[in-house]
């Protein structure tokens, strides 16, 4: 089993910039390959936001948030970051950090091991 705790979310007004963590314990190294982020606004469906390896570093991105957003790992500490930079108002929503095996994707559908999520709200 995998377990993920998110945390760093908050108000933020736009233009600012925030950084969550997602600290990953358990059979990480033999439970996931890739972690991602997701976010889900109210009303609407859990969305993609970024993907990373463990291994590799090789990352991934919503169109969204390119240019904005940072997706990194600190794999002595299990750790996964997100640098959120330029926050819009429609950034705002609860993110959630993901685990799964193999290769990255897209598809909340495809993640086993999710976090309890962290609201981030940015104010226009």
């Known amino acids: 089993q995998v377990q993920l705790v998110e945390s760093g979310g908050g108000l933020v007004q736009a233009g600012g910039s925030l950084r969550l963590s997602c600290a990953a314990s358990?059979?990480?190294?033999?439970?996931?390959?890739?972690m991602g982020w997701f976010r889900q606004a109210p009303g609407k469906e859990r969305e993609f936001v970024s993907a990373i390896y463990w291994t590799t570093s090789v990352t991934y991105y919503a169109d969204s948030v390119k240019g904005r957003f940072t997706v990194s790992r600190d794999n002595a500490k299990n750790t996964v970051y997100l640098q959120m930079n330029s926050l819009k108002a429609e950034d705002t929503a609860v993110y959630y950090c993901a685990g799964k095996l193999g290769w990255y994707s897209r598809s909340s559908h495809d993640y086993r091991y999710w976090g309890q999520g962290t609201q981030v709200t940015v104010s226009s």
């Open positions: 358990g059979r990480t190294s033999s439970s996931t390959t890739v």
